[in-house]
């Protein structure tokens, strides 16, 4: 339990473990909100690849790991059709 952690780190690993499991709906959550990502209009390119590569990582974590193939054409399809 959280409450019962008596030091930094202690916490860091039940927060962890209470929110990047592994399970199934997580990562279809995940892997909905990366795959529908879409760059905005006030969103700078560097933030917008950053924003993709958090997701990307947080996928990692928990097992979800994408090809580099994959994780191209999600970034490309998250482009506006200007680019």
């Not at 339990?1 to 202690?10: D, E, F, N, S």
């Not at 209470?18 to 006030?42: D, K, P, Y």
Request: charged share 20%; aromatic share 6%; glycine share 4%.
């Amino acid at each position: 339990m959280i409450i019962r952690q008596a030091k930094t780190i202690g916490v860091c690993e039940a927060l962890a473990k209470r929110h990047l499991e592994g399970g199934f709906t997580n990562r279809l959550f995940l892997m909905n909100i990366l795959f529908n990502s879409q760059m905005n209009s006030n969103e700078t390119m560097e933030q917008h690849v950053n924003k993709l590569n958090i997701m990307v990582e947080e996928l990692d974590a928990i097992g979800a790991k994408m090809p580099p193939k994959v994780k191209v054409l999600i970034f490309l399809m998250s482009l506006p059709n200007s680019y």
